[in-house]
């Protein structure tokens, strides 16, 4: 079990009723922060966002992962210099990271999507416009459109996950340039990306005591109730290359194939509204036709029309009576004949 040897901030904190983040304590302990497990990087979720790398946080007498995640910058033209571990006077410290106009020291901790360990390649301010490089971060041009290629910001150095700066660990000093930036106004910290950290120390899973070093969240799209994770290494990439279907796809899918039922369904429907149209036209013209005759001759029609009724009434017996008196006449020749033979 890990132990604290000073956490100077944490009780000040808890005596003034405050609750702190953690990871920009005043935190001084002696073990050694893990590597820095390997990982994808999610898909950016739109325009503006900006890469926050995961990092190991501590509290609670462990480290715990807190995963790298997307977030909107606080104003135009701030970038985020990430936090890192230092070791010195034989304890390790922790650095907390912090909002400027330039990126300032980060310990020399080589981060991966931008964070090489010195200065940043993720993406730069164009016009109070964020523009994404898309050749070290995971970019959908069709949905995050301010993008942009430099692929010389990739250092090929010995890749290594050390995630502490100082002896036993990696040897950097601040530039003058990085000096310069920590003299800049700055700006701590988001509240999203507080509670983000808040999140993940309420996880057991991201506890290093827990994972070994593999924790089950290592980096997710956004900081909310439906934090989409990170698949493994690989997966993410596999699913990159997977042809998108957008709300518009969908939506045009749906209407097409509305639109096939529809016209699958149309010639009966239409010809029995045609049938229906048209016998009703002729019923009209019938009624009409009829109320627009004289009298004299609506009553000859109507007479001539009693006496067919009659003469066919008339008929169909007498055509009836001749068919039987044939058949009988049929039957008794029939009859006769057989009568003939046998005599």
Known sequence: MLKFIRVRFILLALLLGMTPSLSS???SITIAPPPLPVYDQ????????????GYWAYGEEDYYWVPGVWILAPQPGYLWTPGYWGFEGGHYGYHAG?????IGFYGGVNYGFGYFGSGFGGGRWEGGRFMCNTAVWHVNTAVVHNTYVDRTVIKNVTVNRVSFNGPGGIEARPTADEEAAAREQHLEATQEQRTHEETSIHDNNQRFS???????????????????????????????NKPETTKEETT??????????????EPATKGGEEKTKEKEQTTKTEVKSKESAPPEKREEKAKAETQKGHHETDAKPTEEKAK?????SEKGKSEKKDKDKQQ
């Open 210 to 240: 827990v994972n070994k070093g593999n924790p089950t969240k290592t980096a997710v799209t956004k900081v909310d109730a439906r934090e989409q994770v990170a698949p493994t290494p690989g997966e993410e990439r596999k699913e990159a």
């Open 25 to 27: 304590a005043d935190i």
């Open 324 to 328: 039987g008196e044939k058949g009988n």
């Open 98 to 102: 912090y909002w400027g106009p330039h």
């Open 252 to 265: 045009n899918k749906e209407q097409t194939t509305k639109a096939e039922t529809t016209k699958g369904n």
């Open 42 to 53: 999610p898909l950016c979720p739109g325009d503006s966002y900006m890469w926050i790398p």
